[in-house]
């Protein structure tokens, strides 16, 4: 079990560039989750993946923000003409589908954006 | 939407007990989740409670009152590596989807 990894843990850039992170979750794990984290907030919910489906997404979520997930494995999360108050740390988390009723989510260390 | 109330912060000594308390409400409830996050670090799962009651794993138990609209944590034998935030979250049902809400999380400091 290597865990939910993102890549970069961090990413600087100018205000109106576009980002991309990625998020490779636990190889057997079918939902995949994106939360964006503010310093002293919870997690905040972006977008929801079973397989290669995007069931869910955060009608807070900019038009500015996309996610994917071919082939239902690792996801990408893009963030178009970034503006300052995206500036967060971007969280990844999977979990198995079963109908068990432990939900517990696996996260990833995060993506750390700053936006000058 | 969905809604959390957890205290923002808790205070509280080595080997002592402290609870932390959420109150939630939110529609399409199906359970109750708890996470620890130390500074700079991922979120990790502590307990899950989908049926009112106490779930006890080591040092740390959680109850849910679902007619109360209401759980905590309870930690036990506090060690300084408690020294954490704690998010209570809500999981609930979104159409075809299932979700986690998160509350703005207790930091625990646990001092000597």
């Known amino acids: 079990d290597t865990g939910v990894s993102q890549d970069p843990r961090h990413k600087i850039t100018k205000r109106g560039q576009n980002v991309t992170f990625r998020c490779d979750p636990i190889s057997e794990h079918n939902r995949l989750y994106w939360y964006r984290q503010t310093l002293g907030q919870g997690p905040e919910f972006l977008t929801y993946f079973q397989n290669e489906a995007q069931l869910e997404k955060s009608r807070l979520l900019s038009d500015r923000f996309s996610a994917e997930r071919p082939k239902g494995s690792f996801s990408t999360l893009e963030i178009q003409r970034t503006e300052q108050g995206d500036s967060a740390m971007y969280l990844c988390?999977?979990?198995?589908?079963?109908?068990?009723?432990?939900?517990?989510?696996?996260f990833g260390s995060g993506t750390q954006l700053s936006v000058l | 939407g969905q809604s959390l109330e957890q205290p923002s912060e808790v205070t509280a000594v080595e080997g002592a007990i402290v609870q932390i308390n959420c109150t939630y409400q939110?529609?399409?409830?199906?359970?109750l989740s708890w996470y620890q996050q130390h500074d700079g670090g991922a979120p990790t799962f502590l307990s899950y409670n989908g049926l009112d009651g106490l779930e006890e794993t080591g040092r740390f138990s959680s109850f849910l009152s679902r007619s109360d609209s209401y759980g905590y944590l309870l930690l036990q034998e506090l060690q300084m590596k408690d020294s954490a935030s704690y998010f209570c979250?809500?999981?609930?049902?979104?159409?075809?989807?299932?979700?986690?809400?998160f509350g703005s999380g207790t930091q625990l400091t646990v001092l000597p």
């Open positions: 979250a809500v999981a609930f049902s979104s159409g075809s989807a299932r979700q986690l809400t």
């Open positions: 939110t529609s399409g409830f199906y359970g």
């Open positions: 988390a999977s979990s198995p589908y079963g109908g068990g009723s432990n939900e517990k989510l696996f």
